[in-house]
């Protein structure tokens, strides 16, 4: 069985985010890794690496930094897949494409995409993943539909139900301000 994969762009796009608030040695302790071999475009980190940093930013940035990081996922964060998405004919298709096409970006993610009257309902799925990282991931990956949403509907008059397989967040109250105008 092959490792889990998980594009070390995001990796990058992590490290930038929480390097103004972590230190460079917290953030790459345990990973063997420099700072200068994060940021090199060519390099590919391997997955436990990459999870060791994930857990060390969680550790050392306040709490929500998903949702603070999903700012910064917007459709061109997401490289080929983004643009795919960006392209699609309408929303619908873009958020089909995203569920069909995201294990090309991280092998972990399952995403089922199916139309329920005037919605789209998404499930994600992840595995093989460390339980701390879980939220980290699920968080990421609703601030990118929110952001496909936004690119192709604006924010007015959507409805987004989020259900959590997993227990609220001590910070759920910071839904609100990320999702607002959506409703929860």
């Known amino acids: 069985m092959s490792e889990p994969f998980f594009s070390t762009g995001y990796i990058r ?9 972590v230190s460079e040695t ?30 060390n930013a969680l550790t050392h940035s306040s709490l929500g930094l998903a949702l603070r990081l999903g700012h910064q996922l917007q459709l061109a964060a997401h490289g080929a897949l ?13 958020l ?13 993610f399952s995403l089922c995409s199916r139309e329920e009257q ?20 699920t968080e990421s990956v609703l601030l990118t539909l929110t952001n496909c949403i936004t690119y192709f509907a604006g924010h007015d008059n959507n409805v987004l139900c989020i259900e959590l ?12 301000s990320v999702y607002d105008p959506y409703y929860f």
């Open 26 to 55: 917290a953030l790459l302790k345990g990973t063997g890794y420099s700072a200068s071999d994060v940021m090199r475009a060519d390099f590919e980190m391997p997955f436990s690496a990459q999870m060791c940093l994930i857990e």
């Open 118 to 137: 005037d919605s789209v309902c998404i499930e994600i799925s992840l595995q093989d993943l460390p339980a701390k990282v879980v939220p980290f991931f």
């Open 96 to 108: 089909s494409t995203f569920a069909e096409l995201i294990g090309a970006r991280a092998s972990f």
């Open 82 to 94: 983004g643009t795919a998405m960006q392209t699609a004919p309408n929303l619908r298709v873009a």
């Open 165 to 176: 397989a997993y227990p609220s967040p001590s910070y759920a109250a910071d839904y609100v």
């Open 13 to 21: 796009l992590l490290y930038r985010f929480v390097n103004a608030q």
